[in-house]
C-alpha cells in the first residue's frame, strides 16, 4: 500500500572516500562513492534501488543509516535530520530504522545462538526483561517461518534461506518503521529467492514496514518494488513507478539495463541495447553526464554539462539532455 506521507527524505547525499599516496600519505583525491544524490521514501511503500555492481546504491544505504558517515547532504526521517543527531540520539533512532544485509552468513555473529543474535537489538535498546525477550524471540522466529527451536543453533547449522531469515527477525525485532535491505536475495539460490522476496512482502503487510530495497537484479526488484530508483556511478539517473519505469524507460542507461532483461510475453520484442565499454572509475567519473562515456545517444552537451534530475511528468524523474 503506498501513501503520499514521505518517510524518509535524501537530498544531496554525498560520500566520498579519500585516497591517500605518495611518501608522505598526503590526500592525492577521491573515490565518489555516492555523488549527490536526492529521493524520498513514502510511508508504506517498497523503493528498489537498481545499478550495477559499484554504482553506489549499497553504500547509499549504509550512509542512511550512518553505517559510512555520509560526506556531505541531508537524510531527514520523519522530519529529523539523522545528520544532526549525536551518537547516543543516533543510536535510539536505529531502533526506526534497520537493515537487512547481503551476506547474512557473514552478518551473523558465528559465536552466538540465532536466539541470542535476534534477542541483541532488544537488549541494545531496553526491551522487556529476560524472560519476555526470550518469548519475543520466539514468536519472531515463527513469524519469518523458523520454530522456536532454532533459537538454540548456531549460524553454521542453517541453511542460507533460513539464515537470511534469522537476520530479517533481527531487524524486525525493535519493531521499525523503514528497513533498508541491501542485496537480501542475491546471495541465495534462485528457488529460496522468492520465498524470502514473499516473506518480505508478508511482513510488510502485517509490520506496516516501509522499505528501501536495494538490487542489482531488475527482475528481483520489480516483483517487489512499488517505485524504483536507477543509479549509475554514484549518481541516481531515473526514478518512477514501477510499471511506469520498466513500461517507459526515459535514460538510455535505464533502457540499456531492460533490454538485457528476459520478456515474459515471446510475442513481444525488445532488441538487447549492448553497451560499449566498462562503467567508468567513481575515482575519476566523466565530467558532464557521467553515463556519456558508454551512450549511444551522447551529444556534445552530454561532455560538459550534468544534466539535472528532473520530473518530467507523473512523478517520473530522469538526469538525460534528451529530455530536456
Ligand atoms: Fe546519454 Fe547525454 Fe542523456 Fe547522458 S545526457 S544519458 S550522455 S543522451
Given at each position: ?167 530479517i527477525a533481527r531487524a524486525l525485532a ?5 528497513i533498508v535491505a541491501d542485496e537480501p ?95 567508468p572509475s567513481p575515482r575519476n567519473p ?39
Amino acid at each position: 500500500m503506498t501513501t503520499a506521507q514521505t518517510l524518509l527524505k535524501v537530498e544531496g547525499l554525498k560520500k566520498h572516500y579519500p585516497i591517500h599516496g605518495g611518501i608522505w600519505g598526503r590526500r592525492v583525491g577521491e573515490v565518489r562513492a555516492v555523488d549527490d544524490v536526492s529521493f524520498s521514501v513514502r510511508t508504506g511503500e517498497t523503493l528498489g534501488i537498481v545499478g550495477e555492481s559499484g554504482c553506489g546504491k549499497s553504500t547509499t544505504g549504509r550512509a542512511i543509516l550512518r553505517l559510512e558517515e555520509p560526506t556531505a547532504g541531508d537524510i531527514r526521517f520523519e522530519g529529523t535530520s539523522l545528520l544532526s543527531l549525536g551518537v547516543e540520539a543516533m543510536r535510539r533512532m536505529r531502533r526506526e530504522l534497520q537493515m537487512v544485509f547481503q551476506d547474512p552468513f557473514a552478518s551473523l555473529n558465528p559465536r552466538k545462538t540465532a536466539g541470542a543474535i535476534i534477542e541483541e537489538p532488544l537488549r541494545v535498546h531496553g526491551i522487556g526483561d529476560a524472560n519476555e525477550r526470550k518469548q519475543q524471540v520466539k514468536e519472531l522466529l515463527q513469524v519469518v517461518g523458523l520454530d522456536s527451536y532454532h533459537a538454540e543453533r548456531y549460524p553454521h547449522q542453517f541453511s542460507g534461506g533460513q539464515r537470511q531469515r534469522i537476520g530479517i527477525a533481527r531487524a524486525l525485532a525493535v519493531r521499525p518503521k523503514l528497513i533498508v535491505a541491501d542485496e537480501p536475495v542475491s546471495a541465495l539460490d534462485v528457488s529460496i529467492q522468492s520465498q524470502v522476496l514473499n516473506l518480505l512482502e508478508d511482513l510488510q503487510e502485517s509490520f506496516d514496514l516501509t522499505y528501501l530495497f536495494i538490487a542489482h537484479d531488475l527482475s528481483v526488484v520489480r516483483h517487489i518494488s512499488d517505485r524504483v530508483g536507477v543509479m549509475y556511478l554514484g549518481r541516481m539517473v531515473e526514478l518512477a513507478d514501477r510499471d511506469e519505469l520498466y513500461n517507459n524507460p526515459i535514460h538510455p542507461y535505464t533502457q540499456a539495463l531492460l533490454s538485457a532483461v528476459p520478456v515474459p510475453d515471446p510475442d513481444a520484442k525488445r532488441e538487447r541495447i549492448i553497451l560499449k565499454g566498462d562503467v567508468p572509475s567513481p575515482r575519476n567519473p566523466p565530467a558532464g553526464c557521467a553515463f556519456h562515456t558508454r551512450c549511444p545517444h551522447v551529444m556534445d552537451i552530454c561532455r560538459k554539462v550534468r544534466p539535472e534530475f528532473t520530473d518530467q511528468g507523473g512523478g517520473h524523474f530522469a538526469a538525460c539532455h534528451l529530455t530536456g
